[in-house]
Structure formats: C-alpha cells, structure tokens
C-alpha cells in the first residue's frame, strides 16, 4: 500500500499523480534522480535537503547593466518605430530579464506576462481614462449653464468619486496579473484579494485625504500595501504584512521634516528606515514556519547608491539610466537577508491554486497601474 | 555528435528540481531527457524554442509545459548554433554587440525628437477634428463667467464694437460675441466660445478701423483654427507620448523632459500666434480693408513696450521685431477703397472715452 509523501493519503494503483495533492508521486520513489550533483536535491518528504537553508536563501541579482541596456534601448527604438504600441511588450521584455537575473539560492523568478495580454490591458485601461475624460467634458457642457464654480465642484466630485475606485479596480487586477505571470521554482505566485477590499480602500482614501489635506494619503498606502501583501500566496506559503500605518506616518514625516531642516543629509536614514520598514514588516508563512526578511544597508550604503546614480544620470544625461537600475536591484539582493526554516524545496502548488492561477491568466488586465508595485516581488 | 549535459526542470507542483541529462544528437538534431515518470521527452529542435540569460539557457519543448534549464556553458554555445537564432526583430537586437548599441542610441534619440516634434501636433490637429466644436464653446463659456465677474464691461463700447464687426465677414462658425473692458491693459484676447474681449487700455490706442480690423482678424483667426482646443490637445498628448517614452526613466530624466515639453507648447503658442497674423491679413485683404493695419497694430505694441521684455524662448508670442519682420512683406502696395461706416463706428469708438 503506498501513500503519498506530501499529503500522506493512500495512493490509487500506479498513479503518477497523487488525487489529492498532485504530488509527483515518482519524486519519492526515485530518490536523486539519474545521480545529478546538483546541489538542490529531490523533496524527498521530510528527509533535509543537502543544500543548507543559508545556501537556499541566499538573495542574488545577476544581471549586468550591458544587457540591460540592450533590452532598454531596443525597447525604446521598437516603440517609437511603432509609436508606442509596442511599449507593452517592451516592459514584458524588461520584467523578464529582471525577474531572471533575480535569484534566491540557484534559483531565479520567472516572468510569464505575454506583451500581447499587457497591450490588451492596456488599453482597456486607456479606454476607461479615456472615457472618464469624455465624461468630464460632457459634464463641463451640460454643467455649463450652473458656471463656473460649481461646474469645477462637480468636476472634482466627480473625478474623486469615479476614477480612484476605478483605480483600485485596477490596481487588483494588475497585482493579480503581475503574481499569477510571477513563479519561483515553477511554482506561481497569487494574489486572492477581493476587488471590493481594495476599491473600498481606495474610495475611503479619495473621501479622507482631501478632509485630512493630504495626511490620510500615508494611511492609505499603508493600508493598500498591508491589504495586497496579506492577501498573496506563493504555493502553499503566504506572505503577511504587520507594518502600521501610524509608524509608517511617523517615519515619513519625521523623515522628510529631518530632510529638510539638515539640509538633505538625514534624506540617507530616511531612505534606509522607509528599506527597513518594508522588509522588516514582511514576511513568508508555512505551516506555522516563517521565511523572515532581514535589511542591512546603512544610511552610508545608501548614500554611495543615491548620489552614485545620480551622478550617472547627469553626466550621462539619462542613458546611463540602465546602470544606475542595475546597481539599485543589485543593492537591494545584496543588502536583504532571508532567515527562516522552510525548506524551499517542499513549497507545493495545490489543484486549485492552479487553477485559480489559470483563471488569472484569463483576466487579461496588466500592471500599468502598478504604483505601489515594487520590482522585488 | 551527441551531447549531454545535466539539467533540470520544474513540475509546477512543488518547487523541487527534477534533475535529469539532457541528450542533443547534432547529427539527428535531435534533443531528449527522461522525466522522473520514466518517460522520454524528445523533440526535433525545429520545434524548439529557446531563451538564454545569465549564462542559463531556458528550453521549452513542444507540448511540455515547464521548460528545462541548462547552465552548461559549452553545452548552451554548441546548443544555439544549432538552434539557429530565433525569430523576431527584438531577438535580432539583443544579440548584437553592445558596442553596435552606442551607434543605435544616438538614432534612437533623434527619432524620438522626431516623433515628438513631427507626430505630437499632427495627432493633435486629427484629434481636434473629433472634438466637436460645442466643446470648444463651453469651455469658453466658463471662462467668460469668470471673468464677466471680475471686469467692468463698457455696454456702449461693446455695442459699437459688435456694430463695427458686423459689417466685416470673418470666415466664423461660431456665433462671434464682442466685448469691450475698461482697464489699462493693453491686450485682447479670443476665447474658444467665440467671445472675443478688447481692454480699452489697447482699444485707445489703436490709430485707425484698419488697425483695430487687424487686431479683430487676428484674434479671430485663433477661434476660426481653434487653437485653443488644438493646444489643449498637443499638450495631453504631447504628454502622454513622453510618458509612454520615458516611464522607465528615473525623475530626474522625466523632470528634464517635461520641462522640454513645455518650452515646446511656449514655440508651438508661438506658430499658432504667427498663424494669427497670417491669418489677420487675409480676413482683412478679402474685405478690402488695407493689410497694413496689421504693421500698425504692432507699431501700436512696439510703443506700448509690449513683448519684448520676455525673451523669445520662454514667451507664448513671438517678439514684436519678429512680427514686424514677418509681416511687413505680406503687405501688399496697392490702395484700397475707404469704408466710411467701418471709420463712423471706429470714431464712435474713441469718442466715447
């Protein structure tokens, strides 16, 4: 009677895959497989992988600013030659280099999108921004009788109360997007936040930021960050997000205020604590085990980043743009820390994560309006 | 020959590797491995498709969802010059040198120039064909509220001053609304909905019905081309062209640009401003009033000091000395009939100061 190494029920006859989990059922029964040394074994069920976790966690970008360049200046020839339609497929061309030059352990992420479903959600979003603008001007001609002051009360009402939910509405689909093309391992991300959740955010934010003048906008990043990273899987891991919005606002505006008054030398710990309070707050869920994500940088590491690029930038009046990337994504890999103990070897996509994976692909909405998107997940 | 190398692919069911070797016959160009169910998957590498990054080749076998990765170096190199380089213009690019790259940047740059300074305007101009002029009117609309409630109308000026327009024929299609304020500046300006306000600081000090013709059918000129909605539109989308363009770039990169974009919409003002004037001399030489009241007019703004003290560069006009040079070959020599209603009217004009 054999039973499934991942899940432990009773397997049916010589299934290759287990009804239940949809485990690889031969994984077990072969046990390093054709006598590779590579040093990322088989999951062989509870056995410990011959890779040290320290190894498996190890966070590396290996791209080089070369590459990068080429990608950047062909994509941007490509656009203008096609007067922007291909810009689509050139940020598909660019999430995927960086996405696999991006390694923890021997591993790097892959970007699935397709630049043809990014065209399409992109001008779905086009078409909405379009058609607000339309309805703008609509209202401007039949509000036009009432004059001026209330027609621009109306306007902004009206902008308030339509395009920022509108926004949130994309904003999910574009996170479920960009997680659904995103794998590790071969295994897919996924974001299972409800589109309601974070059109209620948005909408929340649109009412209070103009009564608060501006301040309530650091509860509602706080807020839509908190609500997306508590909602998104990775196999049967989940990530969770317990930074508060009332730190976060303290950090900034003491942060910015310190800025200013020491004339910019306090920009660098600002820049270090706004790293810290993102990675710090993050983590990854197992069955009870954490993968947590450890910061290093100092203000001083941030200061060689900041003013370095922009040295770049100036004495190169832009194109040096792809160096200064490259060395940004190579700061960040080189200064996180993953400590944990999960087994990066024994993540498992279950049938309907696969499924619901295959669903997003189907919602062809794409990560334009990724503003609170950062490239490391 | 026959090669082989290790490996691995993923299942998309757990994040283990499957380690496995890889077999590529050169000769059958063939390529194979056996998946840990004990299977052999092979393929013809004409249905191959492949990705190299990072000294990593990804290989994607036909009807296999998950694609196998190989890190052996010599393997990978033996391996695409068999593959053959794949289709696609953007594949033909990244595989150039990066030294080729320093040639195309430069090309790159100058047809983004290009595009923006030839297809931002052209764009432009369709897209206002689209916008119905109704738009045009309401937006005018709701600056003249405004500005109904900050300025003192003349009510008998502005009533001799529509008199005087009646009796010219502008080429409009919109309904034209005169209005004459009582204030020092010396200026006049043309809103989309057709009103066309004259400040009486200007008003006295035009000479003659041929220089206040002139001012009228330059000011016209800019309703009858809607200008205003053309520039509304160049900048949107002279904007989102420089979005699309450049959102990869950094800030400091998008503030530079979108300071260019600006100074470009102040010379874009300034061809529209130069249409005016060309745009004056016809309206006035097709009803027999003397061009030459456009050469008054700016002699009227040259001795008003205006337009010179902003530089051409960051100013919406063209400098004055620009305009008279422009102009003063357009004016042709010959004589034209008097128009003594249109010089009763402009009298009229003056003498209710």
Avoid at chain 2, 116 to 138: E, G, N, S
Avoid at chain 2, 322 to 343: Q, S
């Amino acid at each position: 009677m054999a039973f499934c190494w991942n899940c432990g029920k009773q397997l049916e006859g010589e299934a290759e895959l287990c009804e239940s989990c949809r485990a690889d059922t031969s994984v077990a029964a072969k046990p390093g497989n054709n006598g590779a040394d590579n040093a990322s074994g088989d999951a062989a069920g509870s056995a410990p992988s011959r890779e040290s976790l320290a190894e498996q966690y190890k966070l590396s970008f290996r791209g080089d600013s070369g590459t990068f360049f080429k990608i950047w200046i062909s994509n941007l020839l490509l656009t203008v030659l096609t007067l922007g339609i291909y810009y689509p497929w050139g940020r598909a061309n660019m999430k995927r280099y960086i996405y696999s030059s991006t390694y923890i352990g021997d591993h790097s992420f892959e970007f699935h999108g397709k630049g043809k479903q990014m065209f399409i959600g992109l001008l779905k979003f086009s078409a909405i921004t379009l058609l607000l603008f339309v309805a703008a001007i609509v209202a401007m001609v039949l509000a036009g009788g009432f004059g001026v002051a209330l027609t621009s009360i109306f306007l902004r009402v009206l902008l308030v109360i339509a395009y920022m939910p509108i926004l949130g509405l994309f904003i999910h689909g574009a996170r479920r997007f960009r997680m659904s093309r995103t794998s590790y391992r071969g295994i897919r991300f996924g974001y299972r936040g409800k589109k309601k959740s974070l059109i209620w955010i948005m909408t929340k934010g649109a009412l209070l930021i103009p009564v608060t003048l501006g301040i309530y906008t650091l509860w509602l990043i706080n807020n839509m960050r908190s609500y997306i990273y508590n909602n998104t899987k990775f196999g049967n891991m989940k990530s969770e997000f317990t930074g508060k919005s009332s730190d976060f606002f303290w950090m900034k505006v003491v942060g910015t205020f310190l800025s200013y008054v020491t004339l910019g030398i306090y920009y660098f710990w600002y820049k270090k604590n706004q790293f810290y309070f993102f990675y710090e707050n993050l983590c990854f869920k197992k069955d009870g085990a954490v993968i947590e994500i450890v910061p290093k940088a100092t203000p001083r590491q941030f200061f060689s980043l900041i003013a370095g690029n922009w040295l770049i930038l100036i004495f190169t009046l832009g194109i040096g743009y792809p160096i200064a990337k490259v060395r940004t994504l190579r700061f960040t890999a080189d200064n996180l820390e993953l400590v944990g103990d999960v087994d990066l070897n024994t993540i498992i996509q279950t049938e309907e994560q696969y499924r619901d994976a295959l669903g997003d692909a189907a919602a062809d909405i794409d990560d334009s309006a990724d503003f609170f998107d950062l490239d490391v997940f | 020959m026959v090669l082989k190398t290790q490996a691995f692919y993923f299942d998309g069911l757990t994040s283990a590797p499957h380690n496995v070797e890889l077999t590529l016959d050169t000769s059958l160009k063939d390529l194979s491995f056996t998946n840990s169910g004990g299977n052999t998957v092979s393929s013809n590498i004409s249905d191959i498709k492949y990705e190299t990054c990072n000294d990593r080749m990804e290989i994607s076998f036909k009807g296999m969802e998950m694609p196998v990765f190989v890190e052996n170096r010599e393997f990978i190199d033996e391996a695409k010059s068999l593959f053959g380089s794949k289709a696609g213009i953007y594949q033909e690019l990244i595989n150039l040198k990066l030294e080729t790259f320093l040639l195309i940047t430069p090309i790159v740059i100058l047809l983004i120039i290009a595009v923006y300074v030839i297809a931002t305007p052209f764009v432009a101009k369709a897209a206002v064909t689209l916008i119905p002029v109704t738009v045009d009117v309401r937006l005018g609309k709701l600056f003249l509220d405004k500005f109904a409630g900050e300025t003192r109308v003349d009510s008998a000026k502005t009533a001799l001053l529509n008199e005087f327009a009646s009796h010219i024929s502008w080429g409009n299609n919109i309904e034209l609304n005169f209005h004459v304020v009582q204030s020092g500046m010396v200026n006049a300006l043309a809103l989309p909905s057709g009103d066309i306000i004259v400040f009486t600081g200007l008003l006295n000090k035009l000479d003659d019905y041929e220089t206040l013709a002139a001012l009228l059918g330059h000011e016209i000129t800019h309703i009858n081309n809607r200008h205003s909605m053309q520039s509304l539109c160049k900048g949107l989308i002279g904007y989102a062209l420089i979005t699309v363009l450049t959102t990869d770039f950094s800030g400091l990169a998008t503030l530079i640009i979108d300071n260019v974009n600006r100074l470009n919409n102040l010379s874009y003002s300034q061809t529209m401003e130069r249409d005016a004037d060309d745009g004056g001399l016809i309206l006035l030489e097709k009803n027999g009033i003397h061009p030459a009241g456009m050469l008054k007019l700016m002699n009227v703004l040259q001795s008003a000091g205006k337009g010179d003290e902003i530089p051409d560069i960051i100013s919406t006009h063209p400098g004055v000395e620009k305009r008279i040079r422009h102009i003063k070959p357009k004016v042709p020599e010959k004589t034209y009939g008097p128009r003594p209603e249109l010089e009763r009217l402009f009298e009229d004009l003056q003498d209710n100061r």
